[in-house]
C-alpha cells in the first residue's frame, strides 16, 4: 500500500520536474508561432491558426539569419583557438612539476569569476584605439577569457586520470613531451577534449554583453539581435520568441549530447 | 623524478596560453586602472584629465551604488537556499530506484534550462509575466499581478527564472554527490534507522559536501556576474528595484558614458570578487 | 526668442547661399547630383518606428535614380544613443548621425556632426535650388537640428506631444471632447473614466529617456516649472516644479499599476487595446493606433492638443534630424547630403506622410485631404509655440537624463517624496553643470 503511494508521488514529482522544465520552450515555440494580434490575446490562447511568418521575417528580411552565422563563426573559431591553446596548458599543468603552478591555477579559476563588465569597459577602448570594434576576431579573443579556463579546466583533469607508466614508456623510447602528448595522452583524454568544446561553444554562443558592447553591425551576434527588437511602438512578440527559439535549438541539443557531462563541466570539475 | 622537465619545454606547453590570457584578461584590468584614474567620458574626450583616486572615492560614497551590491547579495541569500533546497528534493528523488525511463526523462528536461542563453530566458521572462496576455497570470487562475511594474514583484520574478535556471544545476550537481556513496553503506543505514533525515545528514551529507561547495563559489561569481537576463528582462527597473552590480556599471559606462567611474566601480568589484574566490577556493579547494 | 531669430536668418541666408550656388545649373536634378557618388554606400542608424519604415519603403526609388547605397542599422530607441556615441569615438562607420533633439548639444560639441552651411559650400551642386529650408517649422528646425545658432541637422522624425482620446470611452462617460486642462483631466475625467479595470488616463514612465521627456518633463513646464532658472541653478525647488511633481504623483491613482514599467510600447498598447481612455504621446504614433491591425479601437480615436496647465500649453517636444557625420569620407559625406536633403524635402513630405511620417515641412500641412490625418491640426498648433528646451539640449543632457529617471521613477514609487526627489536631482545635476564649467563662466549657458 504505502510503496504503491509513494510509487504515485515519485511520479506526479518527476511529472512536475519535467513540466516546470520543459514549459517555458513550449510556450517560446507556441508563442513564436502566433501573429501578433493572437500573441496580444488576454488572456492567453492556447489554440491557433500556427504561421511560420515571424521566422520567415525574422530570418530574412531583419537579418536575424545572419547574426546567428555571426554567432557560429565566433563560437566555433574561439572554442578551436581555446583548443589549441589551452590542451597543452592543460597537459604541462597535469604532467610537469613547476614553481607558481599553484598561482596560475588560481588565477585561471580567478578569470571564471570575472564579471565580464569588468572587461568590457577597458575592451572597448582598448578595441576602439585599434579599430577593431565590430570584427569577429575581437569577440574571439574576448571570450577566450572564459572559454580557456574552461578548457584548462576539464583538460587537465582528464590528463590526470591517464596512467603516467604510460609515458613514461614513450619517454624511454626517445619520445618528446609533445609527441606524448599528441600521440598517447591526448587520444585517451578525448572525452575531456570534447566536452570542454561544447561548453566553450556554449558559453561563447549564450554569451550576450560583449556581443551588445564590441559589436554593432558586421559582427553583430544573435542574442544581441534579439535584445535589439525589445523596443518600438509595438513589441514583436512573435517575432522575438521567433528568434528565441532560433539561438536557442542548438545549444539546447549541445547540451543534451553532452548531459551527462554537463554538471562537470558547468563545476569545472569539481564535481565529477 | 615525475614531472621534471626542461622549463623551456613547460613554457612551451604553457607559455601560449598565458600570454593568451593575459592579452585579454590582464591587459584590460591594467588599462581600467588607467582609466579610472581619470576623468574620462567618452562624449567628453578632449577633456581627459588626471585625477587621482577621486572616482574611487565617489563610488565608495554612493549609496546607489552599495545599494546595488546589496541587492545583488540579498538575490544570492534568496536564490540559493531556494535552489538547494529544491535542488536537493529533486536529487532525492531522482535517487529513489525505479522508473528508470520517466527518470531519465527529467534528467534530460534538467538539462534545458541551464543551456538556455540568458539573454532569451528574460525575453521569455517579458512574454510570460506579462501582466495582460502573460501566461504566468492565467496559469494562477486568472490572477491580476502586475510583475514587471511592481518593484518587490519584479524582484521576486528574477529570483523565479534564478531558481528556474539554477535549480537543475544544483540538482544534477546533488545528485553525482548521492551515487557516489557507497550502495551497501546506503543500504546498512537504511536498516539502521528508518528517517530519511538521520540518513541524509549522516551518511549521505559527507559526500554531498564538495558539491555544495562547487556549488557556493559558482553561484556567487556568476551572481556577481548576473546582467543577460535581467538586462533583457526588467533592464534593472521599476525605479531601480533590480538593478544588480553587473547592470549598473553597465549603465554608468555605456548610458551614462562616464568610463572612468564605471571602471573604479568596475575595479572596486573585481577586487571583491578575487577576494571571495580567495577566501573560498582557499577554505575548500585544496585538491592542487 | 532671439537666439531664434538669429538662427532662422542664418539658415536663410545659407539657403540663399546655396541656392545661388546652384542658380546657374538651372535644371538641378537629383540624378546628375548623384551621379559623382554612384555606388558609395551610406550608414545610418534608424530606429523601430513608423518614420523610418515609412521612409524604408520610399528608398528604392532613391536608391534606383541616384546609385546610393544607404545601409539602414536599425537599433530601439534607448541603444541608439550609445551606438552612435560609440561609433563616432571609434571613428567608425557611420555617414549620418541620428539626432534627438537632447543629443544635439552633445553631437555638435565633440564636432561629429558639421554644419549643414559647411556641407553646402562643400558640394554646391548637391545642393537642391529648391531645398527651401525656411519651409521648415522654425521652432522645430531650431530645436532638432540647431545648436548655437549653427543648423546642423534638417529634421526628419518629427513629435509633438499629443493627446489621443478613445472618443468612444468619453461618450460613453458622457464627456463631449478631451479636457482643456490638466486639473480636469484628473478632477473631472479621471474618477469618471477609471472604472471596471479600465483607466483614465496612461502616462509611460519607465526608467528610460520616457521617464524624463515623457514623464517628468511633461509636468514641469505646463506647471510653470523647469529644470534650470537663468543661472542653471536647479529649480526643481520651485513652487511650480515642485506643484507640477505632486500633480503627477496625485493622477498615478487614475493610471494602471506599475505604470513606471510603461514605455511607449506599453502605452500606445493599453490605448489600442482600449484599456486606457487617453494618453500623451508623440505624433510618431498615431499610424500605429489608427491601424486595425494594430489596435481594437482604431475606429474611436481622436486627437487633441495636450492639456493646458496653469502656465499653458507646454506640449512635450522631441524629435530626431539627420545631420552629416564629420568622420565620413567626401563621397560619402555628399552622398549622405544627398539622402538627407531628400528624405526631408518638400517634394517627399506628402508621400512620406500618407506612408505614416510626419514631416516638418508647413507646405504640406496646407495641401488639401489631409482630414483623415486628424492629428494634424494639433501637430500645428503646437509647433507654433513649444518650449525647445523642453528638455535642456546641452552636452550634459546624457548625465543629468539618468540623474532625472533614477529619482523621477523613485518618486512615482513613492521611495522618495517629491521634494526628496527633486533636491536630490537638483544637487546632483549641478554638480554635472558645475564640472562642466557653466558657473564658473568658462561655458555660456545655452541649452
Given at each position: 500500500m504505502t510503496t504503491t503511494r509513494s510509487f504515485w508521488t515519485q511520479i506526479a514529482l518527476l511529472v512536475v520536474i519535467i513540466a516546470v522544465c520543459v514549459f517555458p520552450f513550449y510556450w517560446m515555440v507556441t508563442t513564436s508561432l502566433k501573429t501578433q494580434i493572437v500573441a496580444l490575446e488576454a488572456p492567453p490562447v492556447w489554440t491557433f491558426e500556427p504561421t511560420l511568418n515571424n521566422y520567415r521575417e525574422a530570418l530574412f528580411e531583419d537579418g536575424v539569419l545572419r547574426t546567428l552565422i555571426n554567432s557560429l563563426v565566433v563560437a566555433v573559431c574561439t572554442t578551436l583557438l581555446a583548443l589549441v591553446l589551452g590542451v597543452p596548458a592543460a597537459f604541462a599543468l597535469a604532467r610537469f612539476e613547476f614553481r607558481g603552478k599553484n598561482d596560475l591555477w588560481f588565477w585561471f579559476i580567478t578569470n571564471r569569476m570575472v564579471s565580464p563588465i569588468v572587461l568590457a569597459l577597458p575592451f572597448f577602448l582598448i578595441a576602439r584605439n585599434l579599430g577593431?570594434?565590430?570584427?569577429?576576431i575581437t569577440l574571439i579573443l574576448i571570450y577566450l577569457t572564459f572559454n580557456l579556463p574552461i578548457v584548462i579546466w576539464i583538460v587537465t583533469d582528464q590528463f590526470r586520470g591517464i596512467p603516467y607508466d604510460l609515458d613514461e614508456a614513450a619517454r624511454l623510447e626517445g619520445a618528446s613531451q609533445f609527441t606524448i602528448m599528441r600521440r598517447i595522452c591526448l587520444p585517451l583524454a578525448m572525452p575531456g577534449v570534447a566536452v570542454s568544446a561544447i561548453f566553450s561553444f556554449i558559453f561563447s554562443w549564450n554569451e550576450l554583453m560583449f556581443g551588445l558592447i564590441l559589436t554593432?553591425?558586421?559582427?553583430?551576434?544573435a542574442p544581441a539581435m534579439a535584445v535589439?527588437?525589445?523596443?518600438?511602438?509595438?513589441?514583436?512578440y512573435g517575432k522575438i520568441m521567433a528568434t528565441s527559439t532560433l539561438i536557442v535549438i542548438p545549444v539546447l541539443i549541445f547540451a543534451l549530447i553532452a548531459s551527462k557531462q554537463l554538471v562537470r563541466g558547468l563545476t569545472m570539475g569539481a564535481v565529477k | 623524478m615525475r614531472g621534471q622537465v626542461p622549463r623551456k619545454t613547460i613554457f612551451a606547453f604553457i607559455g601560449p596560453a598565458v600570454i593568451g590570457l593575459a592579452v585579454v584578461g590582464i591587459a584590460p584590468l591594467l588599462y581600467a586602472v588607467w582609466t579610472s584614474l581619470h576623468f574620462y567620458n567618452l562624449t567628453k574626450?578632449?577633456?581627459?584629465e588626471f585625477i587621482g583616486l577621486e572616482n574611487y572615492w565617489t563610488v565608495l560614497t554612493d549609496e546607489a551604488f552599495w545599494q546595488a551590491m546589496g541587492r545583488t547579495f540579498f538575490l544570492l541569500g534568496t536564490a540559493l537556499p531556494l535552489q538547494i533546497a529544491l535542488g536537493l528534493g529533486i536529487a532525492l528523488v531522482l535517487h529513489q530506484p525505479g522508473l528508470t525511463l520517466v527518470k531519465t526523462l527529467a534528467r534530460l528536461s534538467l538539462v534545458l534550462p541551464m543551456a538556455t542563453t540568458y539573454a532569451v530566458v528574460g525575453l521569455l521572462g517579458q512574454v510570460m509575466f506579462n501582466?495582460?496576455?502573460?501566461v504566468v497570470n492565467q496559469l494562477l487562475g486568472g490572477a491580476d499581478i502586475n510583475w514587471i511594474g511592481d518593484p518587490e514583484n519584479a524582484f521576486a520574478m528574477i529570483i523565479f527564472w534564478d531558481v528556474w535556471q539554477w535549480t537543475p544545476f544544483v540538482a544534477l550537481v546533488l545528485l553525482a554527490g548521492l551515487t557516489m556513496v557507497p550502495g551497501e553503506v546506503e543500504e546498512a543505514a537504511r536498516l539502521e534507522t528508518k528517517s530519511k533525515w538521520t540518513v541524509l545528514r549522516y551518511v549521505q551529507l559527507p559526500f554531498l559536501l564538495p558539491g555544495l561547495v562547487a556549488v557556493l563559489i559558482l553561484r556567487t561569481a556568476d551572481t556577481l556576474k548576473l546582467f543577460d537576463m535581467v538586462f533583457t528582462l526588467t533592464r534593472g527597473g521599476p525605479g531601480a528595484s533590480t538593478e544588480f552590480i553587473s547592470l549598473m556599471i553597465q549603465r554608468v559606462g555605456?548610458?551614462?558614458?562616464?568610463q572612468g567611474l564605471a571602471s573604479a566601480q568596475a575595479i572596486i568589484l573585481l577586487i571583491i570578487t578575487i577576494v571571495l574566490a580567495q577566501i573560498y577556493i582557499r577554505v575548500f579547494y585544496k585538491e592542487v | 526668442m532671439k537666439n531664434l531669430r538669429n538662427l532662422c536668418y542664418s539658415a536663410a541666408l545659407a539657403g540663399a547661399m546655396a541656392t545661388g550656388a546652384a542658380a546657374?545649373?538651372?535644371?538641378?536634378s537629383l540624378k546628375d547630383a548623384a551621379a559623382p557618388y554612384a555606388g558609395t554606400t551610406v550608414d545610418v542608424v534608424f530606429l523601430l518606428r513608423p518614420g523610418y519604415e515609412a521612409i524604408e519603403a520610399m528608398l528604392p526609388a532613391f536608391e534606383e535614380e541616384t546609385g546610393i547605397k544607404i545601409n539602414i542599422i536599425k537599433h530601439p530607441y534607448e541603444n541608439a544613443l550609445g551606438e552612435q556615441v560609440r561609433d563616432f569615438v571609434s571613428g567608425g562607420?557611420?555617414?549620418?548621425a541620428l539626432i534627438d533633439l537632447v543629443w544635439i548639444g552633445n553631437f555638435a560639441e565633440n564636432e561629429w556632426v558639421l554644419p549643414l552651411e559647411e556641407v553646402q559650400a562643400k558640394?554646391?551642386?548637391?545642393?537642391?535650388?529648391?531645398?527651401?529650408?525656411?519651409?521648415?517649422?522654425p521652432l522645430v528646425l531650431n530645436a532638432f537640428g540647431g545648436w548655437n545658432d549653427t543648423v546642423y541637422g534638417l529634421p526628419f522624425d518629427n513629435y509633438s506631444g499629443l493627446m489621443f482620446y478613445n472618443r468612444c470611452m468619453l461618450e460613453e462617460a458622457?464627456?463631449?471632447?478631451?479636457?482643456?486642462t490638466w486639473q480636469e483631466l484628473k478632477d473631472v475625467y479621471g474618477p469618471a473614466l477609471t472604472k471596471d479595470g479600465k483607466y483614465a488616463f496612461a502616462l509611460q514612465?519607465?526608467?528610460?529617456?520616457t521617464q524624463s521627456a515623457d514623464s517628468f518633463a511633461r509636468v514641469l513646464w505646463p506647471f510653470?516649472?523647469?529644470?534650470?532658472?537663468a543661472d542653471f541653478?536647479?529649480?526643481?525647488?520651485s513652487e511650480e516644479s515642485q506643484a507640477g511633481l505632486q500633480f503627477r504623483q496625485d493622477l498615478?491613482?487614475?493610471?494602471?499599476?506599475?505604470?513606471?514599467?510603461?514605455?511607449h510600447a506599453e502605452t500606445v498598447n493599453a490605448f489600442a487595446q482600449g484599456d486606457v481612455a487617453m494618453i500623451t504621446e508623440w505624433s510618431a504614433f498615431y499610424s500605429s493606433v489608427v491601424s486595425p491591425d494594430t489596435s481594437k479601437i482604431a475606429d474611436c480615436v481622436e486627437i487633441a492638443p495636450e492639456p493646458k496647465g496653469p502656465a499653458g500649453r507646454k506640449p512635450a517636444l522631441g524629435g530626431f534630424s539627420l545631420a552629416v557625420a564629420s568622420q565620413a569620407d567626401e563621397d560619402e559625406q555628399a552622398a549622405a547630403y544627398l539622402f538627407i536633403q531628400w528624405a526631408t524635402s518638400k517634394a517627399n513630405a506628402r508621400e512620406y506622410l500618407e506612408r505614416g511620417g510626419v514631416p516638418a515641412?508647413?507646405?504640406?500641412?496646407?495641401?488639401?485631404?489631409?482630414?483623415?490625418?486628424?492629428?494634424v491640426p494639433a501637430l500645428v498648433e503646437s509647433w507654433q509655440?513649444?518650449?525647445?528646451?523642453f528638455r535642456p539640449r546641452f552636452a550634459e543632457w546624457p548625465e543629468i537624463t539618468e540623474i532625472v529617471q533614477e529619482w523621477g521613477t523613485k518618486m512615482m514609487l513613492g521611495e522618495v517624496t517629491t521634494e526628496e526627489g527633486a533636491q536630490e536631482i537638483g544637487t546632483r545635476m549641478e554638480e554635472v553643470l558645475e564640472d562642466a564649467g557653466y558657473y564658473s563662466g568658462d561655458k555660456r549657458l545655452a541649452q
Open positions: 577593431m570594434l565590430d570584427k569577429h554593432r553591425s558586421e559582427a553583430k551576434t535589439s527588437f525589445m523596443e518600438g511602438y509595438n513589441l514583436p | 574626450l578632449r577633456r581627459v501582466q495582460k496576455f502573460g555605456f548610458r551614462g558614458f562616464d | 546657374d545649373g538651372h535644371g538641378w562607420d557611420l555617414d549620418i558640394f554646391p551642386d548637391a545642393v537642391d535650388p529648391d531645398l527651401d529650408i525656411d519651409d521648415f517649422f458622457g464627456f463631449d471632447g478631451p479636457p482643456e514612465s519607465k526608467r528610460n529617456e510653470g516649472g523647469s529644470f534650470l532658472d541653478k536647479s529649480n526643481l525647488m498615478m491613482q487614475y493610471m494602471p499599476d506599475g505604470i513606471v514599467a510603461y514605455d515641412r508647413q507646405s504640406v500641412y496646407t495641401e488639401d485631404g489631409l482630414e483623415d490625418f486628424k492629428f509655440d513649444g518650449v525647445p528646451e
